[in-house]
């Protein structure tokens, strides 16, 4: 029979063609049974040499796609029958283009589930985006000794896999910051490290929660966290916030897990009450219930004393304390970690190494070494200075030039803010306005599940300086000054 055949080139000669043969057999214009043109022939045929027209033969007989015969020439194997994705063609001739795979819909929960953050926007100059740090400050030149130091040890080391929950260094670096600057008294053996904060909250949830199981959520609240829990099958109940934060007294009875952000509630920033922390302490106690304290930035705070951890206040075992490095360093760095109640760490251990094993150990130990010699606190203070002066900046617009269509919600932490719009203007609409003059903005109402939506805005102060929070901002209020006129 014919086989046309393109070569393109004199690149990478045996590849082509092995992948335009496997390409025919999966697309069923070679049928099984069917006999090929001999190597030589073939070789001839579209002028390459007879070996590499074999050593294709070769490797498709050791793959299974094709048979050889003794005395018959090689023929399509049967067993591609299978494999098949499409009718083969009328023609006798096989033209060996890509094939196109039959439209196919499998039933999954995620099919349905909404994007977890916003996408980058090219047109965006000054980008308020929420979560993300201010990377030009990082000490680099330190980080670089300390991922130097880590390769020398990795060098000297045997191969192999690492403890699931975590490199020892890293977890002792943990245990004494979490001991220093958040009260959480744990031993190293208490904390997995995993996959960022996200990872540590998915960790939990498999571990914990069953299909049909009701878990509690803050209404509104942290989309990620509520994506992984719906993902399980879980019965996810928003339960709304105040002034003092998780309305206790709404919780579901039956709910077996509560996820929190008490220090700096996510996305409004309000820290929750001494009265409230002990009240649904209490209540997971009586409850049988695990609480979820997602501490995610509350390194930097601005005003007032700095609030205990639900954690520190935990004595009977009812708090799993998550935190990351994410909002500390950058968020290419993906180390989190959970310090949960003693009955669970050998489940998330389990979990861990279930899940990817254990987490990329160059980067444990680099930031091991980063946090044990003091370069972490030292970055971590320089940064609370930056990100005060970039606070009070955004201040400045909030209660000044943007008044009549921001007002700021009281926050005392964190890098970033929450803005409740004081016009008609829709909060959509907003953020294309804020987006003509290159200033990226960006809503509260997807953050809502129960509750009607609060039109406002997130507002990200950690990757914008104070001059490009002065810049972007007088450019939005010169905007919405002409559209109100």
């Known amino acids: 029979m014919d086989v046309h055949l393109t070569i393109h080139g004199r690149h990478d000669l045996a590849g082509q063609l092995y992948r335009q043969l496997r390409t025919a057999i999966l697309d069923g214009r070679l049928v099984p049974g069917e006999r090929l043109p001999s190597t030589r022939d073939l070789a001839l045929q579209i002028g390459v040499s007879r070996k590499t027209t074999l050593d294709v033969f070769e490797r498709l007989i050791a793959e299974g796609y094709l048979r050889p015969r003794a005395g018959s020439g090689t023929f399509v194997a049967e067993a591609t029958e299978g494999l098949r994705t499409r009718t083969p063609a009328a023609s006798p001739a096989v033209q060996l283009a890509s094939p196109t795979p039959p439209a196919r819909t499998f039933d999954t929960p995620w099919n349905n589930m909404p994007a977890v953050l916003p996408m980058p926007r090219a047109n965006i100059v000054y980008d308020f985006v929420g979560g993300v740090t201010e990377k030009r400050l990082f000490p680099f030149d330190v980080w670089r000794r300390c991922v130097a130091h880590a390769l020398r040890q990795q060098a000297r080391g045997r191969g192999g896999y690492h403890d699931p929950a975590g490199d020892q260094a890293l977890r002792l670096a943990i245990s004494r910051y979490l001991a220093f600057s958040r009260a959480v008294v744990c031993a190293w053996a208490d904390i997995v490290v995993t996959h960022g904060a996200q990872q540590a909250i998915d960790l939990i949830a498999r571990v914990l929660v069953r299909t049909g199981d009701t878990v509690a959520i803050e209404d509104p609240g942290y989309p990620p966290a509520r994506i992984a829990l719906q993902a399980l099958g879980a019965n996810v109940v928003p339960v709304p916030v105040d002034a003092e934060g998780l309305i206790v007294d709404a919780l579901p009875k039956h709910a077996k897990l509560v996820y929190v952000t008490p220090s700096h509630q996510f996305p409004l920033g309000m820290p929750m009450s001494l ?80 899940a990817d094993w254990h987490s990329e150990s160059l980067m444990q130990a680099a930031l091991a070494k980063f946090m044990l010699d003091g370069d972490f606190s030292k970055y971590l203070r320089r940064m609370h200075k930056e990100y005060a002066a970039r606070r009070n900046a955004l201040l400045r617009h909030l209660r000044g030039p943007l008044a009549p269509w921001l007002a700021p919600v009281p926050s005392a932490a964190g890098i970033h803010m ?11 609409e907003l953020v294309k306005l804020a987006e003509r003059v290159g200033v990226g903005l960006y809503g509260t109402a997807r953050m809502y599940v129960a509750r009607p939506p609060q039109p406002g805005l997130l507002i990200g102060y950690g990757h914008v300086n104070v001059a490009e929070i002065d810049t972007g901002l007088g450019k939005l209020a010169e905007l919405l000054a002409t559209v109100a006129t």
């Open 275 to 354: 009265a409230r922390r002990a009240q649904l302490l209490d209540w997971a106690q009586r409850h049988d219930a695990l609480i979820v304290e997602d501490d995610y930035d509350s390194e930097f705070r601005f005003d007032g004393r700095p609030m205990e951890s639900l954690k520190s206040l935990d004595a009977a075992g009812c708090v799993a304390y998550v935190g990351t490095f994410s909002k500390t360093i950058f968020p290419e760095l993906r180390i989190g970690y959970v310090v949960p109640p003693a009955s669970l760490v050998a489940p998330l251990r389990h979990a861990k190494q279930v």
């Open 418 to 428: 929450a803005a409740q719009l004081q016009t008609p203007l829709p909060e959509a």
